[in-house]
């Protein structure tokens, strides 16, 4: 597997240099000069393009609009009982207490960059990494791992993204994991093993709501329903995986079929099939002509089946029937 390579400003982290530093009541507490450790959140954002700002802009009003994508989100991290550690350039590094309020806090820094208004016709966004786990607290600072981690996020993400670890959305309460889709494991240098990546998903029609001591989210009723063979299954909130190991909750015995063929999760308020096979998954959506996945996605919508390493169109093709309720 190739390396992934950073081309970003990274923290450095061999010789502590102590930052101004902001709290809130009720938020983390002032650092001391005592080395402690805690589990915090770490968070980068950066102002996506900010060379381009110059450029178009000039130094003056390109510096105020990046202030103000800045002020806005150290005002999120505040709103989230977080604490800002340093501004570096067009990014802001910040902790907060838990990975519910980093994930919050990610979400919310994108809503109030896109409510900026436009200058010129030019719309501002940022790109968001963070990691949850344990940091050592000294001069107001933080250091270790979980820095590195989430700073090697920040630099995977795109603009208007969030991406973090699979360990992070590990932590995360149940209602938030719905919101976070996993990509890949990738190996990350200085890393001994792959790191499991994950996006937050933030836009569309049922965006999350905020609020700062509890979440309010409308999650429709939606239910897959399978059937295989004499097998019923009925799905709410569970992800399975179908193929040829005796393990999966989906067993296929086709010949053609991968032992771990294909994944189905639940995002929300909708169910995705995930292939993970040598052969392809094959899909066909009632009478529509059937899709061929090949280590790809597809949202389940309706009812149809599903076929492993070959055409549905054969003939004594094990199929997966499906319907969608809600």
């Keep these: 597997m190739a390396r992934i390579e950073f081309k970003r400003s990274m923290v450095h982290i061999d010789s502590p240099q102590p930052a101004s530093g902001e709290t809130v009541k009720g938020g983390l507490t002032t650092a001391t000069s005592k080395r402690t450790t805690?589990?915090?959140?770490?968070?980068?954002?950066?102002?996506?393009?900010?060379?381009?700002?110059?450029?178009?802009f000039g130094?003056?009003?390109?510096?105020?609009?990046?202030?103000?994508?800045?002020?806005?989100l150290r005002g999120v991290a505040l709103h989230y009982g977080g604490r800002v550690i340093k501004t570096i350039g067009d990014e802001i590094m910040c902790v907060l207490p838990s990975a519910d309020n980093g994930c919050l806090a990610a979400t919310?820094?994108?809503?109030?960059?896109?409510?900026?208004?436009?200058?010129?016709?030019?719309?501002?966004?940022?790109?968001?990494?963070f990691h949850y786990g344990p940091v050592i607290e000294e001069s107001n600072d933080v250091?270790?791992?979980?820095?590195?981690?989430?700073?090697?996020?920040?630099?995977?993400a795109k603009g208007m993204q969030i991406i973090t670890t699979g360990a992070t959305v590990a932590c995360l309460s149940p209602i938030l994991k719905l919101s976070t889709r996993n990509i890949a494991a990738l190996a990350v240098k200085g890393k001994g093993d792959d790191v499991e990546?994950?996006?937050?998903?933030?836009?569309?029609?049922?965006?999350?709501?905020?609020?700062?001591?509890?979440i309010a989210f409308t999650i429709k009723a939606v239910t897959l329903h399978l059937q295989h063979a004499d097998q019923?299954?009925?799905?709410?909130?569970?992800?399975?995986?179908?193929?040829?190991?005796?393990?999966?909750?989906?067993?296929?015995?086709?010949?053609?079929?991968?032992?771990?063929?294909?994944?189905?999760?639940?995002?929300?308020d909708k169910f995705f099939l995930i292939d993970l096979s040598t052969n392809g998954t094959f899909v066909a959506f009632g009478?529509?002509?059937?899709?061929?996945?090949?280590?790809?996605?597809?949202?389940?919508?309706?009812?149809?089946?599903i076929g492993f390493g070959h055409s549905l169109?054969?003939?004594?093709?094990?199929?997966?029937s499906f319907f969608v309720k809600g």
């Excluded at 990546?197 to 609020?211: F, H, K, P, R, Y």
């Excluded at 009478?287 to 089946?305: A, Q, T, Y």
Aim: charged share 30%; net charge negative; glycine share 6%.
């Design 108 to 129: 919310d820094m994108h809503h109030k960059i896109m409510a900026l208004p436009m200058v010129s016709e030019v719309k501002r966004s940022v790109r968001i990494g």
């Design 287 to 305: 009478n529509e002509p059937e899709v061929v996945l090949r280590r790809e996605e597809l949202m389940l919508r309706g009812s149809g089946r």
């Design 143 to 156: 250091f270790g791992d979980t820095v590195n981690l989430a700073a090697r996020m920040a630099g995977l």
């Design 38 to 56: 805690s589990q915090l959140a770490v968070l980068f954002a950066d102002v996506v393009g900010s060379t381009r700002l110059y450029e178009s």
């Design 232 to 268: 019923t299954l009925e799905l709410d909130y569970e992800g399975i995986v179908l193929g040829r190991d005796a393990q999966c909750k989906v067993v296929v015995s086709d010949r053609n079929a991968s032992r771990q063929h294909a994944r189905i999760e639940r995002r929300r």
């Design 313 to 320: 169109e054969l003939p004594d093709t094990e199929i997966v």
């Design 59 to 72: 130094d003056d009003q390109a510096k105020q609009m990046i202030d103000e994508c800045l002020n806005a």
């Design 197 to 214: 990546v994950s996006e937050v998903i933030w836009q569309g029609e049922d965006e999350l709501t905020m609020a700062t001591a509890s």
